[in-house]
């Protein structure tokens, strides 16, 4: 059981580059989640979804995109990177939301220069 | 707007030793919290969770304890280990009303050193 694998691992881009930070689960979760981790300011929501087809804005979605378009994938697209999207991404999914854990990926460490 | 604040950033213990780990919240939505453990170059794992009707949660060595008047939650680890050497992060979710999604919301993280 692989749980919530992240690809890549590490990646470094040039400002206004663009990629795709993928995800996938094998728990047949509903529930799927972007986060972002930066230096001592924890984990900051991106952005979710609750189902095939629904997604919606975290706290920090600005320079971002999603889209889910089966249950088990939940890949986060960054049009044109900046310098302030350094950081390490975690991808997260669960059963239900709230009132319930929420398994991590192991991250994807981007550096924009 | 910091809903959630782990105002020490690192604590060092000794092994066999109580380690408390600190967590305060601003929402009086919140009526979940969690805590998850963190080693480096890894996900976080969740390590125990308390709802708002309790004020405690035992898990083996990890216990949960919450004071909502206070708005405040700690974990303490007894005995401590090496192994707990991580960083902790709690987090709260609200989970009531239609406007409340449950989303998890992270404090900052706390760097426990557990000394051999």
């Known amino acids: 059981n692989a749980g919530v694998t992240q690809t890549p691992k590490f990646r470094i881009l040039k400002i206004g580059q663009s990629m795709t930070l993928q995800c996938t689960q094998d728990m047949n979760h509903n529930y799927m989640y972007w986060y972002r981790q930066d230096p001592g300011m924890g984990l900051k929501l991106i952005y979710y979804?609750?189902?095939?087809?629904?997604?919606d804005k975290g706290e920090v979605p600005n320079g971002y995109n999603v889209s889910r378009s089966t249950t088990e994938d939940f890949p986060l697209r960054l049009e044109l990177a900046a310098p302030s999207q350094t950081s390490v991404y975690f991808c997260a999914s669960s059963y239900s939301i709230g009132r319930t854990e929420a398994f991590f990926g192991q991250g994807t460490r981007l550096t924009v220069v | 707007d910091q809903q959630v604040k782990q105002n020490s950033p690192s604590l060092s213990v000794q092994e066999g030793r109580i380690s408390i780990l600190n967590c305060d919240y601003t929402?009086?939505?919140?009526?979940?919290f969690l805590w998850y453990k963190k080693y480096p170059a890894e996900g976080p794992t969740f390590l125990i969770s308390?709802?708002?009707?309790?004020d405690k949660n035992e898990d083996g060595r990890f216990t949960v304890f919450l004071n909502k008047s206070a708005k405040h939650l700690s974990l303490h680890i007894v005995p401590s280990q090496p192994g707990d050497s991580a960083v902790y992060f709690c987090a709260a979710s609200a989970n009531r009303g239609s406007s409340n999604t449950g989303k998890l919301i992270f404090g900052q993280g706390t760097t426990l050193q557990v000394k051999p």
């Open positions: 308390i709802s708002s009707i309790k």
């Open positions: 979804s609750v189902g095939a087809g629904i997604t």
């Open positions: 929402n009086s939505m919140f009526d979940y």
